[in-house]
C-alpha cells in the first residue's frame, strides 16, 4: 500500500507524528509518497495514495470547546474521491470530539475514512507506532 502523509502543526508535534507514522509504516512495508503540510500538499503525493493520512493538533480551551485546527485549510485539499483515508490528531490533555470533527472534515473530500487515532504530544513514538500498527492491520497488504 502507498500512503501520504499531510499535517497542519504549529510546534512541530504533528509534523513529527507524522514523520514517525511514515517510518512506522514503511517498516511494515508499505511505501510512503510523501509527508507535506496540509497548507502547501504535494499533489502527486496524494495523487499516487492508496490511503491519504491527515493529522492535525487539539485547539481548545483545554477542557471544553476542543476541536482541530485548521479544518478551512483541510477543506481545501484536493478532492480524495476513491481513496482511502486514516486521521490523528496531536494534543496535550484531552482531544473530546477533535477526531470525529476531524473525520467529517475529511469525509467532505470524498475519502473513505476508515478511522483514527488521537496521539497525546508526550508520547508520539509510542503512539505513532500504535497508529501504524492499527492502519496496517486494518488495510492487508493487496495481493
Ligand atoms: C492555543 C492552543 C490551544 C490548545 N488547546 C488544547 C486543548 O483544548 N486540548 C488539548 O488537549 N490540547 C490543546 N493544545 C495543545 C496542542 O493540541 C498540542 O500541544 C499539540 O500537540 C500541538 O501540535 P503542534 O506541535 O503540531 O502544533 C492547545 C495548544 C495551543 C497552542
Not at 504535494?42 to 491527515?54: G, N, S
Request: aromatic share 6%; hydrophobic share 50%.
Amino acid at each position: 500500500m502507498k500512503a501520504a502523509i499531510l499535517f497542519e502543526s504549529l510546534t512541530g508535534h504533528t509534523r513529527r507524528a507524522g514523520e514517525l507514522i511514515a517510518t512506522n509504516l514503511q517498516q511494515a512495508g508499505w511505501g510512503i509518497t510523501g509527508v507535506s503540510p496540509v497548507r502547501s500538499p504535494e499533489m502527486a503525493a496524494i495523487q499516487d495514495a492508496d490511503v491519504v493520512i491527515i493529522g492535525t493538533w487539539v485547539h481548545g480551551l483545554f477542557v471544553v470547546g476542543q476541536a482541530p485546527w485548521g479544518l478551512g485549510a483541510i477543506a481545501h485539499l484536493p478532492a480524495l474521491r476513491g481513496k482511502l483515508a486514516a486521521t490523528y490528531c496531536t494534543f496535550a490533555l484531552n482531544p473530546a470530539k477533535t477526531l470525529d470533527k476531524l473525520d467529517t472534515a475529511v469525509s467532505g473530500l470524498g475519502a473513505e475514512v476508515i478511522g483514527g487515532l488521537a496521539l497525546h504530544r508526550a508520547k508520539l513514538e509510542e503512539h505513532s507506532e500504535e497508529f501504524a500498527a492499527r492502519l496496517v492491520a486494518n488495510i492487508p497488504a493487496r495481493a
